[in-house]
């Protein structure tokens, strides 16, 4: 974690890169994320502010195809990140001149917004992830709708142990929540550059307490799976977070 310096930091966000052959239909690309502490009190200036002066930025680089979206999330349940934010581009190279881009828009047109998010939330960490696995049938309403995310902690030489627990035992029952339409959506990441998390499944539903039964069915299907098991072998602690998603490309809230 580190004190936010700049605005620069606003837009190390949520990065997913995904390997050929093994991602999904759905998100694609690479994706820049960061996680905020955040001044409680301070949040809704912040948001309303973020929406107000920076939303416009990105959409402008949304609507140029220099990105493919980006969101700006709210802490619902979980440990210290309060906000988290990303941008998705189809390769590394058009993500860092996007990156540029929009950092250097923001020190031109919301000096403002940049000096109260480096007030309201002075830690972060960045992380950049890849995708490894998601949904095939992922709803085209899938990134606005809440999610959860579970990070987990592994031992990296057993990591693909955990990536073929999530592909013989958890994609094919996750496929199926998505179609009978109790999760919107699912993806698995793994670490690319960042802090302790090695991977992380984040599903998204209608709301939260639909994500979480979906997740509870899963779990009792999943039971006395010797393929599921490997995944708690591999990576055996695990923090999850509920977030909300406050503004962002195709989103109406």
């Known amino acids: 974690m580190r004190s936010l310096l700049s605005l620069t930091t606003l837009l190390f966000i949520l990065v997913l890169a995904v390997p050929t052959g093994t991602a999904a239909q759905g998100l ?17 200036i912040v948001d309303d502010a973020l929406m107000s002066n920076v939303a416009p930025i990105y959409d402008r680089h949304v609507e140029k195809g220099s990105i493919t979206e980006w969101s700006w999330s709210a802490h619902v349940i979980g440990g210290a990140w309060r906000r988290l934010a990303y941008f998705v581009t189809p390769d590394r190279a058009s993500g860092m001149a996007a990156r540029a881009s929009i950092l250097e828009t923001i020190q031109q047109e919301a000096p ?31 990134r606005a709708m809440p999610f959860t995310t579970g990070y987990y902690i592994c031992q990296q030489a057993r ?21 009978d ?18 991977r992380a499944m984040s599903l998204s539903g209608s709301d939260h307490t ?11 299907r999943l039971s006395g ?14 923090t999850d977070y509920a977030w909300r998603p406050v503004g962002g490309s195709g989103r109406t809230n």
């Open 28 to 44: 694609s690309g690479f994706i820049f994320s960061t996680y905020y502490e955040c001044d409680i009190t301070l949040e809704a």
């Open 112 to 142: 403002e917004t940049a000096a109260l998010v480096n007030r309201a939330c002075p830690k972060h960490d960045d992380y950049i992830w890849t995708v490894n696995q998601s949904s095939r049938v992922e709803s085209p309403t899938d």
């Open 159 to 179: 990591e693909a142990e955990a990536d073929e627990a999530i592909r013989a035992a958890w994609a094919p029952i996750l496929e199926e929540l998505v179609k």
């Open 181 to 198: 339409g109790k999760l919107t959506g699912w993806t698995w990441i793994a670490h690319d550059t960042g802090g302790m998390f090695r």
């Open 210 to 220: 639909s994500i979480m039964a979906a997740r509870d069915e899963l779990s009792n």
């Open 225 to 238: 799976n010797n393929a599921a098991s490997a995944l708690t072998g591999a990576c055996g602690t695990h």
